[in-house]
Every structure is written in C-alpha cells, then in structure tokens.
C-alpha cells in the first residue's frame, strides 16, 4: 500500500504563487510518472502537469509559462510551483502517481492524494 501525502494548497492573491508538495511513501519499489491534476467547482477533473521518472515534463496548455513542475527521485517528492496565479486557478488540486510495486501482484498501480484546496481571490 502506498499513500501520497500532499501539502502547500491555501488562499491566494491574483500574480502571487503557491508551491505544492506530495510525498509518496509506502511499499515503493519503483515511481514512474507523477503529476498534478485539478478540479474547480462545476468543471472535470483534468491534468494539470505531469513529470517522468527521467524528468520529462508536460502541461496543459492554460499553465504553460506559469506552473513547474519537478520532482526529487529519492525522496519520492513531486513539486508543482505555481506563479503568476489567476481566479481560474482556484480548484482542488490532486497528486497522482504511479508506482511499480511488487505486492500482491507485480504491477504498476496508481494513487490519488487526498487533494489539497487552492484558492486564488483578491
């Protein structure tokens, strides 16, 4: 079992920034990819930016130049550093990760965090 511990969500001003954490931890044998995704109120959930093991990162397009997103392999930790924050951004945002684990079955499985707010008003 493996839990992903998230942190670094709150309230916000318009051009100001945040910077999200998320820990996995657990029976871990291997993380490949990592990412952020989000919900805002009435809208779906979708991907936010994501990361490879090898450090290849993607994004949706509404957060290119804005959003970064990086990881530290060791410590099983993605990062997402928000800057320039907008009212859009304002959502529910969600760690994600899949992870190789070798119990019960050899398998890559993938987790959800519990989802950390982040509120941009002024």
């Known amino acids: 079992q493996v839990q992903l511990a998230e942190s670094g969500g709150g309230l916000v001003q318009p051009g100001g920034s945040l910077r999200l954490s998320c820990v996995a931890s657990g029976s871990i044998f291997r993380t490949n990819r990592m990412g952020w995704y989000r919900q805002a109120p009435g809208k779906q959930r979708e991907l936010v930016a994501t990361i490879t093991s090898g450090g290849s990162t993607n994004y949706e397009d509404s957060v290119k130049g804005r959003f970064t997103i990086s990881r530290d392999n060791p410590k099983n930790t993605v990062y997402l550093q928000m800057n320039s924050l907008k009212p859009e951004d304002t959502a529910v945002y969600y760690c994600?990760?899949?992870?190789?684990?070798?119990?019960?079955?050899?398998?890559?499985?993938?987790?959800w965090g519990q989802g950390t707010q982040v509120t941009v008003s002024s």
């Open positions: 994600n990760a899949g992870i190789f684990q070798l119990r019960p079955i050899e398998k890559e499985y993938t987790y």
